[in-house]
């Protein structure tokens, strides 16, 4: 057993898991919460002229709204377990032809504040799961954005304009971009913008979750 995978073992069993959806004890997401999810069916993201196309597995509410306020502002990391397998199913399901996943970036100034990047801990998951490589280091935030949530459609856009760049050789041709909650879609673009400007030909985009109807709260 690897030494990490031992550690985690011996903290589960002093601090016994709790759904981050409902609280009950004993799993980190549970079947009920599981079983509550809801596909999302919904319109495309608004703003997606970079993209190649938009993969978005559930309605961000309920149970998945909780379990990934639990990762983000409580941080549960371990949270990011079962999410990120719920990507990697939906990714398993509905297949994107693609030769790396990489994780949205926080700006170094968020990252340090929250400690970790939901959206890397989350592809950390898919890759593991499906065996795409994770890229994780040449995509970088170089703009400090204001919260999304505050602007509206051509605010978003402006706001993450130039906000990404890609720092390294040249990427792998097919790229999924991982996020964890999709809005307007104006940071997956922008960040698909740096890819393409450093040579990739295909962004693909993987999202948790987005609400339907009113634009949700920020999640950065
Ligand atoms: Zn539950």
Same mark, same amino acid.
């Given at each position: 057993?690897?030494?990490?995978?031992? %550690?985690?073992?011996?903290? /589960?069993?002093?601090?016994?898991? *709790?759904?981050?959806?409902?609280?009950?004890?004993?799993? !980190?997401?549970?079947?009920?919460?599981?079983?509550?999810?809801?596909?999302?069916?919904?319109? &495309?993201?608004?703003?997606?002229?970079?993209?190649?196309?938009?993969? %978005?597995?559930?309605? @961000?509410?309920? /149970?998945? =709204?909780?379990?990934?306020?639990?990762?983000?502002?409580? =941080? *549960?990391?371990?949270?990011?377990?079962?999410?990120?397998?719920?990507?990697?199913?939906?990714?398993?399901?509905? &297949?994107?032809?693609?030769?790396?996943?990489?994780? #949205?970036?926080?700006?170094?100034?968020?990252?340090?504040?929250? +400690?970790?990047?939901?959206?890397?801990?989350?592809?950390?998951?898919?890759?593991?799961?499906? +065996? #795409? &490589?994770? %890229?994780?280091?040449?995509?970088?935030?170089?703009?400090?954005?204001?919260?999304?949530?505050? !602007?509206? $459609?051509?605010?978003?856009?402006?706001? $993450?304009?130039?906000? @990404?760049?890609?720092?390294? &050789?040249?990427?792998?041709?097919?790229? #999924?971009? #991982?996020?964890? $909650? !999709?809005?307007? +879609?104006?940071?997956?673009?922008?960040?698909?913008?740096?890819?393409?400007?450093?040579?990739? =030909?295909?962004?693909?985009? !993987?999202?948790?979750?987005? /609400?339907?109807?009113?634009?949700?709260?920020?999640?950065?």
């Amino acid at each position: 057993m690897p030494f990490a995978r031992f %550690i985690d073992t011996l903290l /589960s069993l002093l601090f016994p898991d *709790r759904c981050a959806g409902c609280g009950r004890l004993g799993t !980190l997401l549970c079947d009920e919460c599981r079983h509550r999810l809801v596909v999302y069916d919904g319109d &495309p993201p608004r703003v997606a002229d970079q993209l190649t196309d938009v993969r %978005i597995a559930y309605v @961000f509410e309920g /149970s998945l =709204r909780h379990a990934l306020h639990q990762l983000k502002y409580h =941080r *549960r990391q371990r949270v990011a377990r079962p999410l990120g397998g719920l990507m990697a199913a939906h990714l398993q399901s509905h &297949p994107l032809p693609c030769d790396a996943l990489i994780p #949205v970036p926080l700006h170094p100034k968020r990252l340090k504040e929250r +400690g970790f990047n939901q959206a890397e801990l989350l592809a950390r998951e898919v890759a593991a799961a499906t +065996g #795409v &490589p994770l %890229i994780v280091g040449p995509l970088v935030r170089v703009k400090a954005t204001h919260q999304q949530a505050l !602007l509206d $459609v051509a605010g978003r856009i402006e706001n $993450v304009a130039d906000a @990404f760049a890609w720092t390294g &050789p040249a990427p792998p041709a097919r790229v #999924v971009l #991982v996020d964890d $909650v !999709l809005t307007t +879609g104006a940071t997956v673009n922008a960040c698909a913008a740096a890819l393409r400007a450093g040579g990739a =030909r295909a962004v693909y985009a !993987l999202a948790l979750a987005r /609400s339907r109807g009113r634009t949700p709260l920020s999640h950065r």
